[in-house]
């Protein structure tokens, strides 16, 4: 897009889970994004629907996603502004005319920490994650899709895990 048209970016959230001790839950998908890579991590993460805040949207993530509660997890971070970053041209041309709404997606990044031994509850909801465990902030970059790479960066140093 270009000219008159201004790229528009799917408001979204991603929630860095921590055990508080250092490490930082990864999360694989069950089914790669296009160009994403088959090892490719990320955070808890979704889009904030019509009418919600990004805190009930970073809510409703880590519930439909990792099937946890407001009771086993405490909110004790958010990132200042967005991260953006636009989809790959394949992904884009690949979606129906009718949902290329958006060219990316603008990420809010939040922080919860939950207790190292929380029970995981993957197919809580439409299952997005093969697996999860914890390890290091570095791992996490490492692992992560390219793209989402600098966003993760950013907000695990504001968190002051990196």
């Known amino acids: 897009m270009s000219g008159a048209f201004a790229k ?4 979204a959230v991603g929630v860095v ?6 490490r930082v839950l990864l ?3 069950l089914h790669p994004t296009s160009g994403a890579g088959r090892r490719a991590v990320q955070t808890v993460q979704g889009g904030i629907d019509p009418g919600e805040t990004p805190e009930d949207a970073a809510a409703r993530e880590l519930r439909e996603e990792l099937g946890i509660t407001k009771k086993e997890y405490a909110f004790i971070g958010q ?4 991260f953006r970053y636009d989809w790959p041209e ?3 041309h690949s979606l129906p005319e ?3 709404t958006y060219v990316g997606q603008e990420i809010r990044f939040f922080l919860a920490r939950i207790r190292p031994d ?3 509850h993957l197919d809580a909801h439409d299952q997005e994650f093969s697996r999860v465990w914890w390890d290091t902030p570095l791992a996490l970059i490492d692992l992560a899709w390219i793209r ?3 966003g993760i960066e950013a907000a695990l140093r504001h968190f002051g895990l990196l």
């Not at 889970?17 to 250092?22: P, R």
């Not at 990132?79 to 967005?82: I, L, N, V």
């Open 8 to 11: 528009r970016y799917r408001p």
């Open 17 to 22: 889970v921590t055990d508080g001790g250092g």
């Open 27 to 29: 999360c694989q998908r």
């Open 79 to 82: 990132a200042p502004g967005a």
């Open 90 to 92: 394949a992904y884009l």
């Open 98 to 100: 009718d949902r290329r």
């Open 118 to 120: 929380t029970v995981f």
């Open 148 to 150: 989402k790479k600098p």
